[in-house]
C-alpha cells in the first residue's frame, strides 16, 4: 500500500513576518504515519509546520501555506493508492499579502479574507480507483456536518472527532462509510487511534 497523508497546520501570510494559522500539533497525522509505516506501507506525508520530528521511515515533504499543500498533494497523489487528509487546513487567507512589514496606523483595520484551495476535495474529485480519507472536526450537529463533508469532497470514509482533539495526545473518534454507516468507534491515546485506523484499511480498502 502506498498512502499520503496530509498533517498540521497551514500558514496563511498577511506580510512577511505575520500569519494566520491554528493549533494543530499534528499529532494524529503523524501517529497515522508512523502507524502505517510500522504496518509496512510506503508513506507520503505533506506536513505543515509541527514541533515534532518527521517519523522514520516516510517521504517527507514540508509546507507551510495551504497553496503549497494543494501543489504537493496534487503531485504526489497519483503515485498512491490512497489519502488520508488529517491536516487542519486554514479555510481562509488575506486577499492579499503586503510585501515587507504592515505599520501600525493608528486605529483599527479591516482585513478582507478569501477561501483557499479545498486540497482533500479537489483529490476527491480527481480520485478515480484511489481511496479517499478525510477528517471532520465538527462542534455542532457532528454526525450530519462530517456526512455532508464526506459527499461534497468525495470521500470514501470520514473520521469524526471533536474540538478537544486539538492539542491533545487522545483522540475519541467515529469512522463512518459513505453510505452513512458508522463503521467503528476508536478511542485512546492518538497512536492507538492511528493503529486501528490503519488495521482497518489494511483489510476493507483496495491497493
Ligand atoms: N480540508 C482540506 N482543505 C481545506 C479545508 C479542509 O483538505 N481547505 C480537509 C481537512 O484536512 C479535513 C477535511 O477537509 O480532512 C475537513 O476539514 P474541516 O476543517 O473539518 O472542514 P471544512 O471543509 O474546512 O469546513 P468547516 O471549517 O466550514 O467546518
Known sequence: MRLLVTAGPTREYLDDVRYLSNASSGRMGYAIVQAAVARGWEVVLISGPVEIAPPVGCEFHSVMTTAQMRDEAVRLFPDCDGVIAA?????????????????????????????????????GASKDHRWVVGFALEAQNPRENALQKLRKKNCDWIVLNGPQAIGSESNSVEFIAASGETVAHWQGPKSMVAADLIEWLDTHAAR
Open 87 to 123: 491536516a487542519a487546513v486554514c479555510d481562509y487567507k488575506p486577499h492579499t499579502r503586503i510585501e515587507g512589514k504592515i505599520s501600525k496606523v493608528g486605529g483599527p483595520v479591516t482585513l478582507e479574507m478569501i477561501e483557499t484551495d479545498d486540497v482533500l476535495a479537489e483529490l
